[in-house]
Every structure is written in C-alpha cells, then in structure tokens.
C-alpha cells in the first residue's frame, strides 16, 4: 500500500456505511486522518458502527445533523448509493468539501495497476472473464469493486507485480478526482439509473468518467457499435481499442461469424467460445482486449473461453437434461436484459418469466419473443405476463407458484433440443429476498429433474 500523506490529520466525514464505508473508514484511520461516520441506522442496531467505535473511531448515528459540517471537515466520503441530492452532500458542495467514493481511496493507496469495467450491461461478466484469464495466465489478478469486494480494502493488500481488475458503477465513478485505471472498458450505454442521474447525458458522463484522467500512455477499450461511445470517446486522451461484432476493424478487436480479430488478423476462433449470444461476444472482445494489452498468455485466455459458461445468476449455463440446455439469467430484472437474453439464443425456448409488479410495459420483449414456444409465469405479473405472451403468438403459456415449480412445468413443455430459459423480466422480492435466491432455487430445481 502506498503510504500517502493525503489525509494525515486531516478532519474526513465517513457518510454512509455498508461494506464500502467501514473499509474507508478503517483506511483513512490508518493514514492519520480523523474520521468520523454518519450513519442513519441507530447505533444500537448497528454493528460495523459498534465496531469503528472499538477502534477509535468517531460514529453519529441514527440521524444526518444539519449542522455536521459546520464540525470543519475537509473531505466527504460517501456510500456510493447515496444520491448527490441529499442534504449533506449539498451542503458540502456549497461549502467546496471535495465529495469522493472509496474508489478514488483504492486509486490513491494502490500499488498495482488497475484495469476498470464500466457500462449498462455486461459488467460482472466482463471483469470476471479479464480475471479468470489473468489468472490462469498467471498474472496475479485480484477482483475489487461494484462485484462484491471494496475496491479501497483489495488496494490495500494489492503488490506491485499483482493488478486490480475492478467492476465500477456509475454511482462510484462519480465520486472521483484522480482516479486513473492503466486499462479502462466501457461495455455499453443504455437508459438506466436515470431516478439517480436525472437525464441520460449525466448518467453517460458519470461512465466517461472512468477515461477523464487517462493519459497517452494509457488504454480505453469501448463498443464502436454504439454511435453515443464512438462520440463520446474523441475526448480521451488514451489509446483508443474499439470493438465490434458487426464488422472487421483494421484497428482495435472484432469478430465475425468464425473468428475474433485482433487489429484485423484472425486470433481466436469463435468455436471455442462458451459463451452464448451477441451481447456476451461483446464481453468476450474487450475482456481480450485487456488481456492482450496487459500480456497475458493467449493459451490461457483460449483455455479460460472454452470452459467460462457465465456469472452465477447471469444467463448462466446451468445444466443439460434429456437433450435441453438450461440457463439461469434471474440476474433480469428488466425487460432489456431479458431481450439481450432472448436474443442470445436461436434454438426454440421455454421461457421462465414473471415477478415484482411494478406496472412496467413488456412491449420491449415484443420482437425478441419470436424464438419462444411457451412461457411459464409466475410472481405478481403472472396473468399480465401470460396476456403479453399470448399478444406476440405464444400458444403455449401457463402459470406456477413459484420456481421449482416453473421448472417442472417448462421440463414438461420442452423437447430435445430447446432451451429453457429463467429471465424474469421483473424483479424478485415479490416472493424472494433477492434476484440471487431466485436464481439458486431454479439451479437447485433443475439439478433434481428426473434423469
């Protein structure tokens, strides 16, 4: 870890807890600053602010006092979810506090390189297959950010001869100053988070943000596919890798029908790629981009796309029985990444799908239901789904109370050949505590069909 005198006996305002607020805190602790933590949940039921408490730790809970920054605080911290209308946050942004997420922390401390990963879709699974084939290349990788780990607590125990392959958000990337990856991706851009951003240019700038400090000796890898990237990206001042999968580029990476391209010369077959569908061989091209530019072994990245089927939850590869393949996507809880889904196959489908009502349209899944042969719904929007199905000319459609029983019924639908498909389209806390239990229940279900 780099020992940097940044915050040494400077006055820091944790705001926000989670797993991204206790490892700043601990951080800046650490580094001489004086912390102290706001944090809404009351103390007595708080424990990481219990604990931060047990190392010295300053910790006002259970409310945001107006007044806390009047305490003469130089830097704000704040939890990455924590909207940029909330009182505190103003408050500092009149008062010109500098206000950063510990992404920009993680940069300042790090003394490996950081390879970044941004975009709508495809983030998880675009970090986790640069990390699988670093790792087998034996690039000593380590995986830090919006997948799960803090970025600021990876850093910390990161080496030099080691490198941080880091999912980034929006929401984080905002928070930054001089945070600068070696390699940074941006997969796509479509609408989203706009309740946080307010309009679709903020969100897109708060993804641009992971090139802003780059410099010529640097590397961006984005979607030439995507006329909003391919404008957006004249700003950079870093080497420029395009990717595409609807024509050959002389420069960057590309594939067609057969083959993966690098700057126009064949260098993977696409036979061997485990991936399914157009919208995974985008995450397949700028996960070997980066791979290629930090050097790691084309063996290994070959080894690492014949075996990767998926992130957990993420059209993920589940099993095969009696001649079906089986995939898990309850990662979708919108009608876009259901479509991307629909369209990564051509076989027949049976489809899983149904959950939250949120009184959303599914008019968007219209044109991607073409391949779908019967529909099993469940959740709260069963019925509406089911009406939906049966507009687009799906014959067969029925419903379940839940899963497990969803999975027997679309064994029972399907034939040799066809896919069954669980992408709801909806969120899950209708019935389940999170997408992740939803998608372990059909993984388990479909491990105990007959054989």
């Known amino acids: 870890m780099i020992q940097t005198m940044k915050f040494h006996h400077k006055k820091v305002l944790v705001l926000g807890l989670a797993k991204s607020g206790v490892a700043a805190s601990m951080l800046l602790h650490k580094l001489g600053a004086f912390v102290t933590v706001n944090d809404a949940k009351p103390f007595d039921e708080n424990p990481e602010a219990q604990s931060l408490l047990q190392n010295g730790i300053t910790v006002i809970c259970g409310r945001h006092p107006e007044d806390l920054l009047d305490e003469g605080f130089e830097l704000v911290v704040k939890n990455p979810g924590?909207?940029?209308?909330?009182?505190?946050?103003?408050?500092?942004?009149?008062?010109?506090?500098?206000?950063?997420?510990?992404?920009?922390?993680?940069?300042?401390?790090?003394?490996?390189?950081?390879?970044?990963?941004?975009?709508?879709?495809?983030?998880?699974?675009?970090?986790?297959?640069?990390?699988?084939?670093?790792?087998?290349?034996?690039?000593?990788?380590?995986?830090?950010?919006n997948i799960g780990t803090v970025a600021c607590g990876v850093a910390e125990n990161a080496a030099r001869d080691e490198v941080i392959v880091a999912e980034l958000s929006s929401f984080q990337l905002m928070g930054i100053e001089e945070f600068r990856p070696k390699i940074a991706i941006l997969t796509n851009l479509y609408d989203a988070h706009l309740d946080y951003h307010g309009t679709f240019e903020e969100y897109a700038k708060a993804k641009f943000a992971i090139t802003k400090n780059q410099r010529e000796d640097d590397y961006f890898i984005y979607n030439a596919d995507q006329e909003v990237i391919v404008k957006g990206v004249k700003e950079t001042r870093a080497n420029k890798i395009p990717f595409?999968?609807?024509?050959?580029?002389?420069?960057?990476?590309?594939?067609?029908?057969?083959?993966?391209?690098?700057?126009?010369?064949?260098?993977?077959?696409?036979?061997?790629?485990?991936?399914?569908?157009?919208?995974?061989?985008?995450?397949?091209?700028?996960?070997?981009?980066?791979?290629?530019?930090?050097?790691?072994?084309?063996?290994?990245?070959?080894?690492?796309?014949?075996?990767?089927?998926?992130?957990?939850?993420?059209?993920?590869?589940?099993?095969?029985?009696?001649?079906?393949?089986?995939?898990?996507?309850?990662?979708?809880?919108?009608c876009l990444a259901t479509k991307v889904a629909l369209e990564a196959f051509n076989e027949p489908i049976v489809l899983i799908a149904g959950g939250l009502e949120r009184g959303h349209s599914f008019e968007e899944l219209r044109e991607a239901m073409k391949n779908v042969k019967a529909v099993v719904a469940i959740g709260e929007t069963k019925k509406r789904f089911i009406e939906f199905a049966k507009s687009c000319g799906v014959r067969v459609c029925e419903m379940a109370e839940n899963v497990e029983e969803a999975v027997e019924q679309a064994a029972r639908l399907s034939q040799n050949g066809d896919i069954i498909l669980l992408s709801p389209a909806c969120a899950s806390c209708d019935q389940y505590n999170s997408f992740e239990v939803r998608g372990d229940l059909i993984i388990e279900a479909a491990m105990k069909l007959p054989n």
């Open 82 to 145: 924590i909207p940029y209308t909330n009182p505190i946050v103003k408050d500092a942004i009149a008062r010109n506090i500098p206000v950063i997420t510990e992404v920009e922390l993680a940069y300042l401390i790090s003394e490996a390189p950081i390879i970044g990963i941004t975009g709508t879709n495809g983030k998880t699974t675009t970090t986790t297959l640069i990390f699988e084939m670093l790792n087998e290349g034996g690039c000593l990788p380590k995986i830090a950010g």
């Open 244 to 334: 595409s999968v609807h024509r050959i580029l002389k420069e960057g990476i590309s594939a067609d029908e057969t083959t993966i391209y690098w700057h126009g010369e064949p260098l993977i077959k696409r036979e061997i790629v485990a991936l399914p569908g157009n919208h995974n061989l985008q995450n397949v091209l700028a996960a070997v981009a980066a791979c290629k530019i930090y050097g790691c072994d084309q063996k290994a990245m070959e080894k690492v796309l014949k075996t990767f089927s998926g992130v957990r939850h993420r059209t993920q590869f589940v099993r095969e029985w009696q001649g079906r393949k089986i995939y898990n996507d309850s990662k979708a809880t919108n």
